[in-house]
């Protein structure tokens, strides 16, 4: 008699997850793909301007990075005002020279004149400071530089 | 012998393991962003000897530290910057520029060869307008070497850039270097920055 169980009723049968990994692992997939390693620590606001006149920066390893902005919420005690940003701290304007003579030396000799400096600067920080940079990147002869900009447009235009 | 299914393998945690990965991944890269306006710096030593430029070839733009853009001792306002800068560049004053289309005004720019753009800003004009006005002015000419390139080659300048930097491009590269700087003595970039 008991050959044939009665099916019980009522209760819900378990919900299949076994394709959770997948998207899982696609997501994974998609973040490993798209974005690089993380190479400084920002200590610094770095909300970049946009422009849509922009050209590509190919090449990584030519490219020296300056960045600036004011200190990020949790470096408050260094003060308000737009600072630079080498290699994971705070420098002085008349540190660029170093740094840029530090970065020379680690390339090969014959790549570089072909070095660039890219600038990352917070679109709130004011020109006085690119200026100086700028002043001391002619100093040491560094004359190739890059706006660093998002892709978009430009003020409130369509 | 009756047939035995095979046990299912339980790959619940399979799914911790997935995601442990995922957060490990997006706390440690970034989107890089790396595409920006290039500029070359002028070098340090200035030369001795004066060069005189008329006064009529130089469009002067000045931004100031509230941000207001003062172009030829006009206001202006930015979205009009590029429409303007355009005018002059292509003015050709002197009739020597037989692919100008501007109205040739005398009290405007001779040629596009002598036409200068000058940028000035102050210490405290802040960063996302100067890069706002750079980019028009970039515009302006890229805008007028578009034109240029599409009447001569019947294709826009940009996308003969984009061939050229393109390694999967199958066409002859030395001549599209050549027609590339055909355009760029056109229509020369000449974009300077007072200190």
């Known amino acids: 008699m008991s050959k044939f169980k009665k099916k019980k ?3 819900m049968p378990a919900v299949n997850t076994a394709s959770l990994p997948d998207i899982v692992f696609m997501l994974l997939f998609f973040f490993m793909v798209a974005t690089v390693m993380r190479q400084n620590t920002l200590m610094i606001d770095n909300n970049l301007p946009f422009a849509d006149q922009v050209e590509k920066l190919d090449k990584k390893d030519l490219v020296m990075y300056i960045y600036a902005g004011k200190p990020s919420d949790n470096f408050k005690q260094y003060g308000t005002e737009a600072k630079i ?13 170093a ?13 570089i004149p072909f070095l660039t400096t890219a600038l990352k600067v917070d679109s709130d920080a004011n020109m006085g400071l690119i200026g100086d940079i700028k002043q001391e990147l002619r100093k040491v002869n560094a004359l190739k530089i890059n706006y660093t ?10 | 012998m009756a047939k035995r299914a095979a046990p299912e393998v339980n790959a619940g945690s399979m799914a911790d393991i997935a995601f442990l990965l995922l957060i490990f991944f997006l706390v440690t890269t970034t989107i890089e962003t790396d595409s920006g306006i290039n500029r070359k710096l002028p070098p340090m030593e200035e030369s001795d000897e004066e060069v005189v430029i008329k006064q009529r070839n130089i469009f002067t733009v000045l931004l100031n530290g509230k941000d207001q853009l003062l172009v030829e001792d006009e206001l202006m306002e930015l979205e009009n910057l590029r429409e303007a800068a355009v005018k002059f560049l292509d003015n050709g004053g002197d009739g020597s520029c037989d692919y100008c289309k501007g109205e040739g005004d005398k009290s405007s720019s001779d040629n596009p060869d002598k ?4 940028l000035k800003n102050e210490r405290e004009t802040t960063y996302k307008t100067y890069i706002a006005v750079q980019n028009e002015l970039v515009a302006a000419y890229n805008e007028l070497r578009n034109i240029r390139a599409q009447e001569l080659y019947g294709k826009p300048f940009a996308e003969m850039q984009a061939n050229y930097k393109d390694v999967n491009w199958p066409g002859n590269k030395e001549k599209l270097k050549a027609k590339i700087d055909q355009i760029k003595v056109d229509y020369p970039q000449k974009l300077s920055e007072v200190q």
Request: glycine share 6%; hydrophobic share 40%.
């Open chain 1, 149 to 158: 900009t998002k892709k978009g447009t430009v003020l409130g235009r369509d």
């Open chain 1, 85 to 97: 940003q080498l290699n994971d701290k705070f420098a002085d304007v008349n540190e660029i020279a």
């Open chain 2, 115 to 118: 036409a200068i753009i000058s």
């Open chain 1, 9 to 11: 009723s009522g209760d």
């Open chain 1, 99 to 111: 740094f840029i003579a530090a970065e020379r030396a680690s390339k090969r000799e014959e790549l």
